[in-house]
């Protein structure tokens, strides 16, 4: 079963960088495509990006400002965030499933990391 973690969560400044990292175990991480999820406090769960291994979406709220990439030799999926704001507070969480021909985004996910925790001060 393929297994996946998330870090590099953590405290930053609004204006601030952080680069979340997702790792991916128990199978070639180039059969999946991944999705970055924030859950923002007393919000519902939002897509905010997903990658394919030929297709990049990013949602509205992180366009400009949020780049993901994956490295599959090293079964990595990261978010660079940039210019973060205190709306981006939230716990990130990626998630895993067959990659869906013509599209960045799974129509489901079977696989989910634990999260990691980001907050952005005013």
């Known amino acids: 079963q393929l297994q996946l973690e998330e870090s590099g969560g953590g405290l930053v400044q609004a204006g601030g960088s952080l680069r979340l990292s997702c790792v991916a175990s128990g199978f070639p991480l180039r059969l999946y495509a991944v999705a970055w999820f924030r859950q923002a406090p007393g919000k519902e769960r939002e897509e905010i990006s997903c990658?394919?291994?030929?297709?990049?979406y990013l949602g509205d709220s992180v366009k400009g400002r949020f780049t993901i990439s994956r490295d599959n030799a090293e079964s990595t999926v990261y978010l660079q965030m940039n210019n973060l704001k205190p709306e981006d507070t939230g716990i990130y969480y990626c998630?895993?499933?067959?990659?869906?021909?013509?599209?960045?985004?799974?129509?489901?996910?079977?696989?989910w990391g634990q999260g990691t925790q980001v907050t952005v001060s005013s």
């Open positions: 998630a895993a499933d067959g990659v869906v021909a013509g599209k960045a985004c799974p129509f489901e996910y079977d696989f």
């Open positions: 990658i394919s291994n030929e297709h990049v």
